[in-house]
């Protein structure tokens, strides 16, 4: 193990039921075809910092260039749960010698650019880190990061029916 790549990946994108609806997003990509070559280290901001699965699902709101992340339905707000979690964590990360992070698209806390951020009520829906992105590239900035869209087309690797 000890000659592989490692890398960071979104734990839901290995099969891991991580996701708030208690699923998970299996790249099969991820684990069939690179998984013998690498050794992933799983990573789920949202499980870790201590939120149950299944949980209320979430979104950012407010300033895109410091979001909250907020509950959709109740408002409740993890933004400061997630925050020193992943302070910790990504600390921890910038140690671990990692190659580069895959992380999953869209999602409020590993997006890489593309999540929603809802700025105000009727204002048009802009695009942003997710919260851990956010921390883990300003910690870590020299580790490559990718979604697993990128990951699949670099690859020429076809997207799940
Ligand atoms: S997208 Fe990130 S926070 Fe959401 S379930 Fe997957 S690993 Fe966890």
Not at 58 to 77: E, F, S
Request: with cysteine; proline share 9%.
């Amino acid at each position: 193990m000890g000659d592989k790549l490692r890398l960071g990946v979104s734990a839901c994108l290995l099969g891991q039921r991580v996701r708030y609806d208690g699923g998970h997003k299996l790249e099969r990509f991820l684990t069939e075809t690179l998984g013998p070559l690498v050794e992933f280290v799983p990573v789920c901001p949202e499980v870790e910092c201590g939120l149950p699965v299944p949980r209320e699902a979430m979104r950012l709101v407010g300033d895109p260039a410091n979001p909250r992340l907020m509950t959709t339905q109740t408002g409740a707000d993890h933004t400061e749960r997630v925050l020193s979690w992943a302070r910790q964590r990504a600390a921890e990360l910038a140690d671990a010698g990692l190659a580069g992070f895959i992380l999953k698209a869209r999602s409020p806390s590993c997006g890489i650019g593309d999540a929603e951020v809802c700025p105000a009520e009727g204002a048009p829906v802009v695009r942003a880190d997710g919260l851990f992105t956010r921390i883990l590239r300003q910690r870590c900035p020299l580790i490559p990061l990718w979604n697993e869209q990128n990951v699949r087309r670099a690859f020429h690797h076809p997207a799940p029916p």
